[in-house]
């Protein structure tokens, strides 16, 4: 089974600063992909990355990047030079490459850039 | 712009309505999902299609009812639902079933009266 765990129900970063959004995992599956979504108020589920379990690269979108911790199994989403349009629900999943592949999300933080 | 799209957009219906939820992707991807997202809740995963197939079915009461006529389009259909039931619910869809990203669509937002 696999479980997502962000103990962050909300936080603030002020504009322009970097801010990380924790998230760590439980999954018995040698091989999982890590995933970071973002959710504007409108509903919508923006993918931002994503991270191989086999990886050893942490990865990096633009200004999104994953500090992938595998001992720990945390995958914590760093967003440097905060803007105001960041502001949204950000949401961890995981997914096992063996077997179901079904996607499981954390209960997600809300991010809120201050001007 | 996901290339996915959902109507409608926001639903209201009592409990005895039959309604349809529609989902289309552009993307030429061959499996689809649909979720559903309550407060304070993760997004649970209530059916997965692949190759217009039902892989998947995570135990979901029998007033949801899942259709795919093609590797396009997904549907919802809803019966007799509960108050419970209102919340958001995401379609997605992945190249294939196996380590692909989901993308996915802006959601029906549901209200059941």
């Known amino acids: 089974a696999q479980k997502i765990t962000q103990t962050q129900p909300g936080m603030f970063v002020q504009e322009k600063e970097a801010v990380t959004l924790d998230c760590t995992y439980d999954t018995s599956d040698q091989s999982y992909g890590l995933f970071w979504y973002k959710q504007p108020s409108s509903g919508e589920m923006i993918f931002l990355i994503y991270?191989?379990?086999?990886?050893?690269q942490n990865a990096t979108e633009g200004r999104y990047s994953l500090n992938f911790q595998k001992a720990r199994k945390s995958a914590n989403l760093v967003i440097s030079a905060s803007q105001l349009g960041d502001s949204a629900m950000y949401f961890c999943?995981?997914?096992?490459?063996?077997?179901?592949?079904?996607?499981?999300f954390g209960t997600g933080t809300r991010l809120t850039v201050i001007p | 712009e996901t290339g996915v799209t959902q109507t409608p957009r926001h639903l209201v219906m009592g409990m005895t309505n039959k309604k349809s939820l529609k989902c289309e992707q552009h993307?030429?991807?061959?499996?689809m999902y649909w979720y559903k997202q309550s407060a304070k809740k993760p997004l649970e995963l209530m059916f997965v299609y692949s190759l217009e197939e039902r892989v998947e079915n995570n135990s979901v009461p029998s007033r949801f009812s899942p259709e795919c006529p093609n590797s396009s389009h997904l549907f919802l259909h809803l019966h007799t639902l509960q108050p419970e039931d209102s919340a958001l619910y995401l379609c997605?869809?992945?190249?294939?079933?196996?380590?692909?990203?989901?993308?996915f669509g802006p959601g029906t937002r549901l209200l059941v009266l």
């Open positions: 991270q191989g379990s086999y990886d050893e």
């Open positions: 999943a995981i997914e096992s490459q063996t077997g179901a592949n079904n996607l499981f």
């Open positions: 997605a869809s992945s190249q294939d079933r196996w380590g692909e990203t989901q993308y």
């Open positions: 993307l030429g991807h061959n499996a």
